[in-house]
């Protein structure tokens, strides 16, 4: 049978600035054997081009198409809903970078959307000015609702936490496009070309990850190397189809005594 992987990034094929072993090995498993593959990351701070680029430095070699981000899922998200549109952004390149490809102008007179992503470019005056273009009719898009994010120095909070900052001063409702929302899951399943039944999804978080492939009806695996821990899985009601320490369980065994 056909099948093929959703792979997340974070907490997966590394953790901070260090690489996962195993991960470089699976991605050219997944290549030699023309196993249809996409990294899929909440991450809306990089571009496909930065993604491919940092990939490189940990010994994976691809391209853009096999990288999406929620970045870009936030792009066709708001460009479906409304085409050629404005925004205020709260974000770092990767999210106004995939806002520009799609047609959008950045605008604080008036946007459509007051966009949040992931960065630390955040300042109060920013915040206010998001707060106005909200109160004045602007709608509330944020590209994942993570609300921290793991670094090489411990936790920072992150795009959902600035998120609940904006829906606490301006009363409405973020809608968040990123992972486990089904639009992102969907989208990537279209990418790579495969039905709901080929598809497994690679992932550290329950919440993001495994949530959103059960939502599809994907497959799932859950590696413990992230953010979720074994003890975690009771305080879920779905779990993942498998549970493996980490991504170097997914090589198969003849190519690691190769
Ligand atoms: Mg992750």
Not at 30 to 36: F, K, V
């Amino acid at each position: 049978m056909r099948h093929g992987y959703l792979i997340d990034m974070d907490g997966v094929i590394y953790r901070g600035s260090a690489v996962i072993p195993g991960a470089a090995e699976f991605i050219r498993y997944l290549q030699m054997e023309r196993i249809p593959y996409l990294f899929l990351t909440n991450n809306s701070a990089y571009t496909p081009l930065d993604v491919v680029f940092k990939l490189k430095k940990h010994g994976i070699d691809t391209t853009t198409e096999h990288v999406y981000t929620a970045a870009q899922a936030t792009a066709e998200f708001v460009t479906r809903q409304k085409p050629k549109g404005t925004a205020f952004v709260i974000g770092e390149g990767g999210l106004l970078t995939a806002l520009s490809d799609a047609g959008y102008a950045i605008s604080s007179d008036g946007p459509d959307y007051v966009i949040v992503g992931e960065g630390r470019v955040l300042n109060f005056e920013m915040v206010e000015r998001a707060h106005r273009q909200l109160a004045n009719g602007a709608s509330l898009i944020s590209t994942n609702s993570d609300t921290w994010c793991p670094t090489d120095n411990g936790p920072r909070p992150g795009c959902g936490a600035i998120v609940a900052l904006l829906e606490s001063a301006s009363g409405k409702t973020a809608y968040h496009v990123g992972k486990p929302n089904p639009f992102m899951m969907r989208a990537a399943r279209k990418r790579i070309g495969l039905a709901t039944d080929e598809v497994t999804m690679i992932g550290d978080t329950m919440e993001t990850d495994i949530r959103g492939a059960t939502d599809l009806g994907f497959r799932s695996i859950l590696v413990l190397t992230g953010s979720s821990t074994r003890d975690m899985l009771q305080d879920y009601p779905f779990a993942p189809t498998s549970v493996v320490e980490s991504i170097a369980e997914l090589v198969p065994a003849k190519l690691l005594v190769a």
